[in-house]
Nanobody, 115 residues
Framework: QVQLVESGGGLVQPGGSLRLSCAAS????????MGWYRQAPGKQRAVVARITSGGSTYYADAVKGRFAISRDNAWNTVYLQMNSLKPEDTAVYYC?????????WGQGTQVTVSS
């Protein structure tokens, strides 16, 4: 069973940047599509960005041009670089391996964008 551990969340001012990391407990390079999701209070968990095992990426419209997902297969790590952060980006961010319905989830990391 894959274990995922997120890090890098915190408090940042609007316009600032953060980089989230997701460390996997086993080799993920040729196995899983990976993704970042977020859940704000009172809202459903929703996709932010995904990256396939082959490196193809997908971004939610709300983050296109501001966020970038990448993976380092040698280190079993997936990253989410978040730039030009807005208050509406405030949420708990979750790492996922293998898809929303049947995949594995990390414990989440809080991102708060506030002045």
């Amino acid at each position: 069973q894959v274990q995922l551990v997120e890090s890098g969340g915190g408090l940042v001012q609007p316009g600032g940047s953060l980089r989230l990391s997701c460390a996997a407990s086993e080799r993920i390079s040729s196995i899983y599509d990976m993704g970042w999701y977020r859940q704000a209070p009172g809202k459903q968990r929703a996709v932010v960005a995904r990256i396939t095992s082959g490196g193809s990426t997908y971004y939610a419209d709300a983050v296109k041009g501001r966020f970038a997902i990448s993976r380092d297969n040698a280190w079993n790590t997936v990253y989410l670089q978040m730039n030009s952060l807005k208050p509406e980006d405030t949420a708990v961010y979750y790492c996922n391996a293998g898809g929303y319905d049947n995949g594995y989830w990390g414990q989440g990391t809080q991102v708060t964008v506030s002045s």
